[in-house]
Structures are given as structure tokens and as C-alpha cells.
């Protein structure tokens, strides 16, 4: 039992240092690096195109001599539009502040039976195009950015008088007629460089005083219009700026 005893702590006493050199023998492994998340940048030019539709809103009033006769009706202008924008953003954190200049075309076209000579006159307003000017703040979620927007609107008008029962043109005015406009929308950058989004816009157009002249330039009626806007486009833009930074 002895010699065995002795035996065993003979064998121990060879074996442990050789363990112990495989243990030192390990290599160090090193932490793998932090995983860096892309976050989209907003920050940049971006032009682009738009398309929607549009409804111009408009109620005349009568004014021989500057004096108001009454109202002569209103109704609403509809139609498509599309155009262009162009623009910069710059991004401070999740906020978003930008300039915009956006023009379209479009075809708002809309009348009513003239209320004071039912079935003698029809009053007709039309949009050809309009432009917006426009600063923006915003809210960013990563590549979604919800803004909102203001600034000044111009629309290019055209107010008709026709005949009722020949459809025969009695009398019209053209302007070129200045406003303010609201707005919000939502954009998405579905790709490094390109964003998709809708808005909706609202624009204020002051009251004006036209004078309608027949198509051999004589006095036909002065009138009094009021006229508000509502738009609704889809928007797509390509936009400059290194749109990803990494973040930890």
C-alpha cells in the first residue's frame, strides 16, 4: 500500500506542470468589435417630381361701381397637377429643418349658373399652375420624416362668363395672384439616395377685385373672388448628402 501511495504522488507531481503548460499554452481571444447601426441622414439638396390632385374652392360677388350686388354663387375647381421640386435639408439630431421651391401644372376647373342671372350667365374659374416657397421642420425616425411645412403660394388664374344658352365667352380676367400656404406630409427613404412620400397642402389666397372684359376688350362686370386651395401629391425625390452614418 505504501510503494502504491508513493506511486500516485510520484505520477500527480509529473503530471501537473504539463498541465499547466497547456493552460498557458491558450491563446487570448479578443471581444468581437460593437455592431454599428446605419441611421439614415436627411441632410442634403434633393429635387425631384410630384403628382396628385387639386380643388380650388371660389365664391364671386358682384361689384358694378366697387359696390357689392350680391353673391353670384361659388364653386369648387378640381383637377390633376404635376411638377417639380427642389430643396435642402439639414438634420440637427432627430429634427429636421429645410427649404423648398415646388412648381406645377395643373387643371383645376370648375363653374355654377351665375346666381344673380340664373340661366343667362355661368361663372367659371380655372388654375393653370401654381408655386410654393416654403420652409419645413421635421421629425425623423431613422429614414421616415414626418414634416411640416409653410411659406408663400402664387397661382396663375384665369375667371371666365359665358352665355348660358350659346356657351358663347361674355367676359374674362386674368392674375397672377399671391397667397400663404400650410402643409404636412410623411416621406420614407426607401433606398441610400431616394425618398417616396405624400402631402397635403393649403393655400390662403386673399380676396381680389377683377375687372372681366369681353373679347373685344370693352367692360363687361368687376367682381369680387375669394379663393382657397387644397392639394394632395405623391412625391418622389433624389436627394445628395451621404445618406448613411453609422451610430453604436
Not at 12 to 29: C, E, I
Request: glycine share 14%.
Amino acid at each position: 500500500m505504501k510503494k502504491f501511495l508513493l506511486g500516485t504522488v510520484a505520477l500527480l507531481a509529473f503530471a501537473a506542470p504539463a498541465a499547466a503548460a497547456d493552460l498557458a499554452a491558450r491563446p487570448y481571444t479578443k471581444a468581437p468589435p460593437p455592431v454599428l447601426a446605419p441611421v439614415y441622414d436627411w441632410t442634403g439638396f434633393y429635387i425631384g417630381v410630384n403628382g396628385g390632385w387639386g380643388s380650388s374652392h371660389n365664391c364671386w360677388d358682384q361689384t358694378p361701381g366697387g359696390v357689392s350686388i350680391g353673391s353670384d354663387g361659388c364653386h369648387d375647381a378640381t383637377g390633376g397637377t404635376a411638377g417639380g421640386q427642389i430643396g435642402y435639408r439639414w438634420q440637427a439630431g432627430t429634427w429636421v429643418f429645410g427649404l423648398e421651391a415646388q412648381g406645377n401644372w395643373a387643371d383645376f376647373k370648375g363653374s355654377n349658373n351665375a346666381a344673380l342671372f340664373p340661366g343667362i350667365f355661368n361663372n367659371q374659374s380655372k388654375i393653370d399652375a401654381f408655386g410654393l416657397f416654403t420652409g419645413q421642420i421635421g421629425y425623423a425616425i431613422n429614414n421616415v420624416l414626418l414634416y411640416a411645412k409653410g411659406g408663400a403660394a402664387v397661382t396663375d388664374n384665369r375667371y371666365n362668363t359665358y352665355f348660358t344658352p350659346t356657351g358663347v365667352l361674355a367676359g374674362s380676367a386674368d392674375d397672377t395672384r399671391w397667397g400663404a400656404s400650410v402643409g404636412a406630409g410623411i416621406e420614407v427613404g426607401f433606398a441610400p439616395n431616394w425618398t417616396a412620400g405624400i402631402e397635403y397642402d393649403h393655400l390662403f389666397m386673399e380676396d381680389h377685385n377683377y375687372t372681366l372684359r369681353t373679347p373685344a376688350g370693352a367692360l363687361f362686370s368687376t367682381i369680387r373672388e375669394r379663393q382657397d386651395v387644397d392639394l394632395v401629391t405623391v412625391r418622389v425625390n433624389y436627394k445628395w448628402g451621404g445618406p448613411v452614418v453609422a451610430k453604436y
